[in-house]
């Protein structure tokens, strides 16, 4: 993929792609669980809220709604956080505000009070969870990315597998207040998730002199180096982060709307409740394996260059699988319309996030990720309630799951078209440059003086013809290296 960032990790610390890394994959993995199911698991309370406070549907709706507003809105808010005091503090105090939220949910008296804690703080909350396991796993995988990408995305559909009979469990059991406290307290394990965020520290060099440098003394050097940007807006100059930005808002229109309407769609049908229930397991069990298998993919050496590609596939196919879809007419149809569904969705949640790291690197991946969150919010608050107005004035779901895949589709063609004619092209190498490299064994040595900085080569001229001023150079040595050079060691130079 052209515009791919080949980087070694944050403050030039070579990324693991394993060790520590594995816990900290283990904490992205229930974090992206807790983000992205959460808010479709607490929507089995909606009942008991609805009696409790007298309320409609479209009223406890906003629950949901408000918290995937936090989660993607408050995106550049995360990364000034991040950027001024680093992953893991963030996350611990975004793990008190998601048991906090809870809690006080717990105590309220009406349903905007569910609205401000449930939404808002535990919002606010995982937002402050999510963003954060992303960029420390971008600092801890580089060859195995792909993969862990992979194997993070699929704490979504466990967490929903989960999340959702624990629901209905703790609801029949102690009713939806009690079942708010003990929510709360689960959803404290995202402070343990954040304690396991370790930041990554330089190895000990070694100096000219032998003398050893201590890692103590890093801290105190990037203290003296210029503070960095709280969010770094030169990321718009890049144009493969902009045409990911464009594809990915287009693409948060139709993404979500099949999970929603799929199950009214077979109840429209005539099956029944339990029946039309079990597309959305069917859908989620696929979507389990389906990412991690898409991170060993993307890994695939000659796939890895070429994953916006693979990321424009799974858009096209997700698409094509809506299209095809709107045509159901029985259960059969819905079942293998949820498999492969299941399929493409599980594509698009790994590949997201791995595609955006290769676009725009470590150092960026920060702000570009806030960035990027805070454009699909838009969407994300458009795509599903669009969708509805358009049932209620049509009364066809075909043309719901039409108007999704046309979406999708769309942000393929956009991602995969845009990259090619603006990102791969390159201008040819210049014919004076290729003449460097394309040499004969006669004109080697004449290639190989001429390629040597001018710095060098005086030195080597004065070191032939005056061998008196040997004490000189040494001197301008030892203020460069600290320290003196042998007959026989390599002296190195600011060129080298």
């Known amino acids: 993929m052209g515009g791919v960032v080949v980087d070694t990790g944050a403050n030039g610390v070579k990324a693991p792609d394993g060790g520590w890394g594995w816990a900290v994959l283990a904490g992205c993995f229930i974090i992206t669980g807790f983000s992205y199911a959460f808010p479709k698991a607490v929507s089995v309370f909606f009942k008991e809220l609805i009696l409790e406070f007298g309320v409609g549907y479209s009223d406890t709706a906003w629950i949901s709604s408000i918290l995937l507003a936090m989660l993607y809105g408050t995106g550049p808010l995360c990364s000034i956080l991040v950027n001024c005091f680093g992953c893991r503090p963030v996350m611990m105090v975004g793990g008190l505000f998601t048991s906090l939220g809870m809690i006080l949910a717990s105590f309220s008296t009406s349903i905007i009070h569910i609205y401000l804690s449930v939404g808002v703080i535990t919002g606010l909350g995982l937002a402050l969870n999510f963003q954060p396991s992303l960029i420390m796993l971008n600092c801890y995988f580089n060859k195995r990315r792909p993969l862990a990408n992979g194997l993070s995305a699929a704490g979504s559909p466990v967490a929903l597998c989960c999340l959702s009979p624990l629901g209905q469990v703790l609801q029949y059991q102690y009713g939806w207040r009690g079942g708010f406290l003990i929510l709360g307290g689960i959803l404290l394990n995202c402070c343990v998730c954040g304690a396991l965020m370790k930041p990554l520290v330089a190895p000990k060099t070694y100096l000219p002199n032998g003398m050893e440098e201590n890692k103590k003394e890093a801290p105190e050097k990037m203290k003296k180096k210029p503070k960095g940007k709280l969010l770094d807006f030169s990321v718009f100059k890049d144009c493969g982060f902009v045409i990911y930005t464009v594809a990915a808002s287009i693409m948060v229109l139709g993404l979500f709307v099949p999970p929603v309407f799929v199950v009214s769609y077979a109840k429209e049908l005539g099956n029944e409740d339990t029946k039309s229930a079990l597309l959305l397991s069917i859908l989620g069990f696929i979507d389990i394996f389906a990412r991690p298998t898409c991170g060993v993919i993307a890994g695939l050496n000659w796939v890895r260059p070429r994953c916006v590609y693979l990321f424009s596939f799974a858009l096209i196919f997700n698409g094509v699988t809506d299209l095809v879809g709107s045509q159901a007419k029985d259960y059969t149809s819905l079942v293998v319309y949820c498999v492969f569904f299941g399929i493409s969705y599980g594509m698009v949640g790994a590949l997201q996030f791995e595609v955006l790291m290769a676009i725009v690197g470590t150092e960026k991946f920060s702000s570009?990720?806030?960035?990027?969150?805070?454009?699909?919010?838009?969407?994300?608050?458009?795509?599903?309630?669009?969708?509805?107005?358009?049932?209620?004035?049509?009364?066809?779901?075909?043309c719901v799951f039409m108007l999704a895949g046309s979406e999708v589709v769309l942000s393929a063609l956009v991602l995969a078209t845009c990259n090619f004619f603006f990102i791969t092209s390159k201008s040819p190498v210049p014919a004076d440059k290729l003449e460097s490299v394309t040499v004969t064994d006669d004109d080697a040595s004449k290639t190989e003086a001429s390629s040597k900085p001018a710095k060098l080569r005086e030195e080597e001229n004065e070191t032939e013809i005056e061998p008196e001023n040997e004490t000189v150079d040494s001197q301008e040595v030892e203020t460069l290296m600290e320290g003196p050079k042998q007959n026989g060691d390599m002296v190195l130079s600011p060129e080298t």
């Open 368 to 398: 570009a990720i806030g960035l990027v969150l805070l454009m699909e919010a838009f969407a994300v608050l458009v795509g599903p309630p669009g969708a509805g107005q358009l049932l209620d004035a049509t009364k066809n779901y075909m």
